[in-house]
């Protein structure tokens, strides 16, 4: 499920989760021209206090069912797997020379 940025009204995947004006409430804005049309491209607005007294960052909003934090995973995993898979041959390959040669040696 994606939500709407409430500024421009674009579903997205990731949305910051901000303060912006004196009603207090939480808007969901793009990561992009939106929330730095809001909070200077800051995450906390500092240096931008007097340009965006209202600003609060409230952390950022993010699509549960998009794969964020499971393709932030999959390149350890495959890296260990690959580890592995090259330990296994290192380890078969020296076995299996041998074998061959001897199976080859005699026929
Ligand atoms: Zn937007």
Known sequence: MTK???????PRDILIRCQIDDTQKWHFVCPGSCWKS???GVEDAKGFEGKYPHYKYGGMWKDRSADGPIS?????KV???QKEE???REEGKAES???GSVKEDSE
């Open 97 to 99: 020379q041998e074998e």
């Open 79 to 81: 890296k260990e797997r």
């Open 38 to 40: 809001v909070s200077g």
């Open 72 to 76: 932030a995973k999959k390149p350890r």
């Open 4 to 10: 709407s940025c409430t500024l421009c009204s674009t």
């Open 86 to 88: 090259m330990k296994k």
